[in-house]
């Protein structure tokens, strides 16, 4: 549907000069005279050109309802990046220039159906991105849509028409069993790496809790670890969730081995209450030099096995999963293990661990 536009224009020869300039005279949607003048140019050709661009842009604000694709985006992250944590926003962003500018680019929001969602996500299929991956950016989609529709009058979300990708998923689960950390412990080379790693096995907590972690955190009285913060990229911020912010309670060992390194720390370090456990005063180390210091041990295990064997592989957050595993199989209900990994419901734990308990079937015979 268009606006009926009311369009003029004039080229003219600047004689004082010998240069060209145009102007165009048009109405905007409230009926309002408006105009449009470029001086400067030094053929008639370039002033026509560059004119003709000028009312084809106009032309396109006359359109009912037009709002090109990327400035809708723009406009979002604008919107989010003011209400939003920064790890966030780096998604997002990540996702609007890798994914969702280069297909959409300029198109008119107005104008996307459901075909153009269904040819996006099978394009993207085609690229081979993890499930999670693809889901994250599908939300973001659907996100950026949900503006549209609250601050632009859009009528309809095609994207939650659509749906997210719908991909079988098996999601991955590794984890080490106490003997293969224990394996892996008494490789690492440094009393800081071997705490470090201690935290996440026995804690279950997450690299960017441990990163953040203060010696004010620490309750030696009453033997646990208060959790308030976590690192991302050396921002350090309140945990995305209520739920996160949590006292891990410790067992006697690893307590002995947290005074055993605070001992070793003041000694090798300017200590105070508020200055991180793994760093240096406020700065905790980066994810890199963490990251190092596990592939490194990985290798130096690999190098201690016989030709053509290696340890197993699991990723750094996949000992929070080792953590829980250990825990189910000591019969620890999901309201606790939840209560421990700072999640907000006990559905994450059974969905993600609900495999690892015994049949629970056959157990409640017992009772009836």
Known sequence: MQHDLKLSHNIHKDAKRGTYYFRITYYDKTNTRQYITRKGFKQRKEAVKKCNEIMDEIEGIGKINQLPFDKLVEEYIDWYSARRKSSSVKALKTHANNHLLPFFKSMDVFNIDTKMIMKFQTQKLKEGHSPDYLKKMHVF????????????????????????????????????????????????????????????????????????????????????????????????TAPKTKAAIRDIYMPTHVMDDLQKYLI?????????????????FFKAYSESTIDRWFTSTLKALDDSLPDGETFPRIVIHELRHSHASMLVNHGASPMIIAQRLGHSSTEEVTSRYGHLYPSTQKEIIKYL
Not at 163 to 169: A, L
Not at 265 to 279: H, T
């Open 141 to 236: 989609l659907v996100s950026i849509l949900n503006h549209a529709m609250k601050y632009h009058d859009l009528g309809r979300n095609v994207g939650s028409l659509v749906g997210n990708f719908e991909i079988e998923t098996q999601k991955r689960l590794n984890y080490w069993t106490l003997d293969q950390f224990n394996q892996f412990y008494d490789m690492l080379p440094t009393i800081q790496q071997k705490l470090f790693f201690k935290l996440l096995f026995f804690g279950g907590m997450r690299k960017g809790e441990c990163r953040a972690l203060k010696w004010e955190n620490i309750n030696f009285d009453e033997d646990y670890i208060h959790i308030n913060k976590t690192d991302y990229h050396g921002e350090v």
């Open 264 to 280: 070793w720390y003041k000694e090798n370090n300017i200590y105070k209450e508020n200055y991180v456990l793994f760093g240096t």
